[in-house]
C-alpha cells in the first residue's frame, strides 16, 4: 500500500485561503468516507483536525473544512494565522488490513 | 482530559529489543483501541499496528509483523509496544495514538524517539 500523495509545501499570507490536496485511489480514499487530517508542529504530536471527510472536533477552529471529490480528498484552511504553520497530514482507512495509510505531508508556510 | 503518556527515550544496539509503554488517563482504558504510529526522522508518519485493550486482540501492518509484539496491563491503563532484532532504519520517534469512534486517532501521546546505533 503507498502513501497518499501531498503537495510538499503549501504557503500563504496571513488571512488568506489555502487548500492541501491528498490524492489516493480507489482502495482507500476513493472507497471510504474515512479521511482524517493531522496537524503537526515541530517536536510535538500529531493533533486531529478533520475526521471523516469533513467532521471537526470539539476545540477545533472553523477555520478548517475538509472535502473529498473522488480518489482526492482536501483539506483547507481560512483566514490563514501564524499559528497554522506546521506540517500536515491525510490518513485514509483502506480496509480491514490496512486501517491507515498515511499521507506524504504538506509543510504549511504562513509569509 | 484524555492523555496518553509514554515513556522516555531509548538508545539500543542493531538485534535488541525496544518496548515502550503508554499510559492512558481520562477515559475507559478498555473501551477505545490504541493504535502505534512510527516517524522516522524529517518523514512522514507510518502505521505499525493496534491493540484492543479490552480482549487483547491486535494486528500489525504486515511488514512488522514478525518483529512487533503488542500487549497491554488493563489494571495500569498501559499499553506497551515491543520491536524486536532493531535495525538501524528502525530509529523514528513512536507514537500512541486512541482510535475514536471509526477509523482515526483522536488522542496522541507525546512520542517515544528510539534510536538505534552500534
Known amino acids: 500500500q503507498s502513501a497518499l500523495t501531498q503537495p510538499a509545501s503549501v504557503s500563504g499570507s496571513p488571512g488568506q485561503s489555502i487548500t492541501i490536496s491528498c490524492t489516493g485511489t480507489?482502495?482507500?480514499?476513493?472507497?471510504?468516507?474515512?479521511v482524517s487530517w493531522y496537524q503537526q508542529h515541530p517536536g510535538k504530536g500529531p493533533k486531529l483536525m478533520i475526521f471523516e471527510v469533513s467532521k471537526r472536533p470539539s476545540g477545533v477552529s472553523d477555520r478548517f473544512s475538509g472535502s473529498k471529490s473522488g480518489n482526492t480528498a482536501s483539506l483547507t484552511i481560512s483566514g490563514l494565522q501564524p499559528e497554522d504553520e506546521g506540517d500536515y497530514y491525510c490518513c485514509s482507512h483502506a480496509g480491514n488490513f490496512i486501517p491507515f495509510v498515511f499521507g506524504t505531508g504538506t509543510r504549511v508556510t504562513v509569509l | 482530559q484524555v492523555q496518553l503518556v509514554q515513556s522516555g527515550a531509548d538508545v539500543k544496539k542493531p538485534g535488541a529489543s525496544v518496548k515502550v509503554s503508554c499510559t492512558a488517563s481520562g477515559y475507559t482504558f478498555t473501551d477505545y483501541y490504541i493504535h502505534w504510529v512510527r516517524q522516522a526522522p524529517g518523514q512522514g508518519l507510518e502505521w505499525v499496528g493496534w491493540?484492543?485493550?479490552?480482549?487483547?486482540?491486535?494486528y500489525s501492518a504486515q511488514r512488522f509483523q514478525d518483529r512487533v509484539t503488542m500487549t497491554r496491563d488493563s489494571s495500569i491503563s498501559t499499553a506497551y509496544l515491543e520491536l524486536s532484532s532493531l535495525k538501524s532504519d528502525d530509529t523514528a520517534v513512536y507514537y500512541c495514538a486512541r482510535r475514536g469512534n471509526n477509523w482515526y486517532a483522536d488522542y496522541w501521546g507525546q512520542g517515544t524517539l528510539v534510536t538505534v546505533s552500534s
Open positions: 480507489s482502495s482507500d480514499v476513493g472507497s471510504y468516507n474515512l
Open positions: 491493540i484492543n485493550p479490552y480482549g487483547g486482540a491486535t
